[in-house]
T-cell receptor
């Protein structure tokens, strides 16, 4: 049973560049959420995709955008990178668009982004 | 402001002892509560989830939920050095089905 997979594992970019991170959900899951985790902090919710639409968004600027494909995989795009965007980016998958009280999320290994 | 609060620690316990990790949350209407373990440099791994008041046990782990007092705890019995990690509490707040994470508590189990 394939778990959540993310690529790439590490990425180094410079300020102002753009980056695309990719995620494939756990087998049988249809919902993908993206989180940013800075060092020493808990994961911060960026947005969630279900049925190829953004269902909910956290407190992140429009530089952060995403997409979900028909096979449920997802991409996170960040434009005009800032030094403060350096973090571990986590993808979490779940089932059913996040039915309340049953939204169990499973995380991928993450992509560590360094912005120089 | 809706929040999930955890003491960042570190919490240091001897091998074989009970480790007690606590989490408080701000929204009385929250229904879903999760504990994740995160080893250094790795991603969070789900340990327990609980929806009802009371205790839920799974092996050496027990989650305790008290909705009236708005706290959820994780007890780890017979702690092992391999339990040394950061433990993240996550709660759905404010009617959202998206869990909000605390900053985590660092646990160190020393031999």
């Amino acid at each position: 049973d394939a778990g959540v997979t993310q690529s790439p594992t590490h990425l180094i970019k410079t300020r102002g560049q753009q980056v695309t991170l990719r995620c494939s959900p756990k087998s049988g899951h249809d919902t993908v959420s993206w989180y940013q985790q800075a060092l020493g902090q808990g994961p911060q919710f960026i947005f969630q995709y279900y049925e190829e639409e953004e269902r909910q968004r956290g407190n992140f600027p429009d530089r952060f955008s995403g997409h979900q494909f028909p096979n449920y995989s997802s991409e996170l795009n960040v434009n005009a990178l800032l030094l403060g965007d350096s973090a571990l980016y986590l993808c979490a998958s779940s089932l059913g668009g996040g039915v309340r009280a049953k939204n169990i999320q499973y995380f991928g290994a993450g992509t560590r982004l360094s912005v120089l | 402001q809706k929040e999930v609060e955890q003491n960042s620690g570190p919490l240091s316990v001897p091998e074989g002892a009970i480790a007690s990790l606590n989490c408080t949350y701000s929204d009385r209407g929250s229904q879903s509560f999760f504990w994740y373990r995160q080893y250094s440099g790795k991603s969070p791994e789900l340990i327990m989830f609980i929806y009802s008041n009371g205790d839920k046990e799974d092996g050496r782990f027990t989650a305790q939920l008290n909705k009236a007092s708005q706290y959820v705890s994780l007890l780890i019995r017979d702690s092992q050095p391999s339990d040394s990690a950061t433990y993240l509490c996550a709660v759905d707040l404010g009617g959202s089905y998206i869990p909000t994470f605390g900053r985590g508590t660092s646990l160190i189990v020393h031999p």
